[in-house]
C-alpha cells in the first residue's frame, strides 16, 4: 500500500467511531455509577507528582515542595542515585524489556540472579518473578489448590489474596480477623486433602500484623500449610527487614511467602512467591499470570538486584525506618492523638469521622504535609483516619514537622487539646 496520499485518510478522531446505541447506553450506566462515587465522597482523584518518588515532593498546580507521608517508600529507595544509576546500566546492555514470556524466549541471566537472590533473602529454596504481586496472588491458588482442598483466609486480606482465591476451586472459608479460635474451628471441621491457611503479614489499612506464631502452631497442629503475603513487611519489618516471620520469631516456618518489589525494595514493579523447589517448578508449568505475562524489563530487574544487594549487605535502612517510626508514634501519642497498629511504619491516626478525615488532609496540605484520608467503604464506616507512611528516608526534622502540623490542625480541628 502507499501512502502518497495520506493527508486524505481518515481516521477516527476522539475515540468517536463506534456503535452508537451500545457506547451510548455504556456510557450513561457508567456516568450514573460515577455520580453516586461521588456524591458518596470516595471519588478518587489523582495528584499529579512532577518530581521523583521522594520524602520531598513537587505536584502539578504549585511549584512548592511537600513533604510527602502516604507512599510505600519505606526505604527511601525510589529514587536512589546509586539504584538509578544501576538500573540504567542494565538497561544500555539487557535493552527495553524481552517481547516475550519466560518460557518463550524472555528469560535473561539477570531474571535468574533475581530470583536466586531473593531465595537467598528470605532463606527459601527458589522463587519465581511475576508483573506484580497481584499476579503472584492471582496465579498461585488455582494452580496449586483443586475441589478436594481448603483455604483458610482471613477477611481482612487484601483484594489480590481475595481474587486469587475466588479463581481457584477449593473449598472457600473466611476467619474473622486475627481471631485464632475461630479459624482453628474451621481447620478442626475440614477434611480437605490440602488446608492452606492464607494471611496478610501486615495488614495495610490498620497497620496491625497477623499472629503468626499462633497461626503457625495451629497449621503444624491440623497438618495445614501457611501463606503470607509480605507487601508491607519485606525489606523493613523485623530485625533485619525479612518481615513478619522475624518480627515474631517463627523464621523459616511459613511454607509460602508471596511479596512485591514495588514498595520497599525500589519502588518500581514486580512481585514474586518464594518457597519449596517443588511448588516454584510447579507454577513455571501452571501459574497462568506467569506463563501469558511479558517478563520483567531489564531495568526493572536491575532495580530488584541492587535493592536485594544492600539488604543482603546491611540492615541500616531497616534500622533507620524502626527508629523513624518509634519517633513518630510516641510524640503522637503523647500529644493526645489515638495510633492504631503494631509499631508499624504504617501509622493510622484514628479520626472516626469521614469529613474530618478529608479537613484534617486538606488542612495537612496547606502546611506543606502530604498525608491521604481514608473513610468508607475503604475503612469501616465510623473508623475514618489519616493514614501516615514513614520511610528510612525521612529525617528527624522533617517527623518533627509533621508532628508540630498534627498538633496544630489537631488543636484547630478540636481533635486534641
Do not use: W
Not at 479520626?351 to 496547606?366: P, Q, V
Amino acid at each position: 500500500i502507499l501512502f502518497e496520499n495520506i493527508s486524505t485518510i481518515s481516521f477516527p478522531v476522539g475515540g468517536r467511531h463506534y456503535s452508537a446505541a451500545a457506547q451510548t447506553q455504556l456510557r450513561d450506566i457508567l456516568s450514573t455509577q460515577l455520580a453516586g462515587i461521588k456524591e458518596a465522597g470516595t471519588f478518587k482523584a489523582e495528584r499529579i507528582i512532577t518530581s521523583s518518588q521522594s520524602t520531598q515532593i513537587t505536584v502539578q498546580g504549585s511549584d512548592q515542595r511537600i513533604l510527602n507521608f502516604c507512599a510505600n517508600n519505606y526505604l527511601g529507595l525510589a529514587n536512589n542515585p546509586e539504584i538509578v544509576k544501576y538500573s540504567q546500566e542494565l538497561l544500555e546492555q539487557y535493552g527495553a524489556g524481552l517481547s516475550s514470556v519466560r518460557f518463550i524466549c524472555g528469560t535473561q541471566y539477570i531474571h535468574k540472579q533475581l530470583e536466586r537472590k531473593i531465595a537467598q533473602f528470605h532463606g527459601r529454596e527458589d522463587t519465581i518473578l511475576y508483573a506484580s504481586c497481584f499476579d503472584a496472588n492471582a496465579g498461585i491458588f488455582e494452580a496449586i489448590l483443586t475441589p478436594e482442598d481448603a483455604v483458610f483466609s482471613d477477611e481482612l486480606n487484601h483484594a489480590s489474596i481475595i481474587d486469587g482465591i475466588r479463581l481457584c476451586k477449593a473449598k472457600k472459608q473466611r476467619y474473622k480477623h486475627r481471631d485464632l479460635g475461630d479459624l482453628e474451628q474451621q481447620l478442626k471441621a475440614s477434611d480437605a486433602r490440602l488446608k492452606l491457611i492464607a494471611t496478610d503479614g501486615v495488614f495495610s489499612m490498620d497497620g496491625n500484623i497477623a499472629p503468626l506464631a499462633r497461626i503457625v502452631e495451629l497449621a503444624k497442629k491440623y497438618n495445614a500449610l501457611v501463606f503470607v503475603d509480605e507487601c508491607h513487611a519485606t525489606g523493613f519489618f523485623g530485625s533485619t527487614g525479612r518481615g513478619t516471620e522475624e518480627y515474631v520469631n517463627v523464621m523459616g516456618e511459613v511454607d509460602i511467602i508471596n511479596s512485591t518489589l514495588g514498595k520497599a525494595l525500589g519502588g518500581a514493579s514486580g512481585g514474586y512467591t518464594t518457597g519449596p523447589t517443588e511448588l516454584i517448578s510447579f507454577l513455571r508449568q501452571k501459574s497462568r499470570p506467569y506463563l501469558f505475562s511479558n517478563t520483567l524489563p531489564p531495568a526493572v530487574v536491575a532495580v530488584g538486584l541492587k535493592v536485594m544487594d544492600m539488604l543482603l549487605e546491611s540492615s541500616e535502612l531497616t534500622q533507620r525506618v524502626q527508629s523513624n517510626t518509634e519517633r513518630f508514634r510516641k510524640a503522637m501519642t503523647k500529644a493526645g492523638f489515638t495510633i492504631a497498629g503494631e509499631n508499624h511504619p504504617i501509622c493510622p491516626v484514628m479520626l472516626g469521622d469521614a469529613r474530618l478525615a478529608s479537613k484534617f488532609a486538606d488542612e495537612m496540605l496547606t502546611r506543606g504535609i502530604y498525608v491521604i484520608g481514608f473513610s468508607y467503604p475503604v475503612v469501616p464506616q465510623g473508623k475514618a483516619r489519616i493514614r501516615v507512611q514513614i520511610s528510612a528516608a525521612h529525617t528527624e526534622a522533617e517527623i518533627d514537622r509533621a508532628i508540630a502540623a498534627f498538633i496544630e490542625v489537631g488543636r484547630s480541628l478540636k481533635v486534641i487539646q
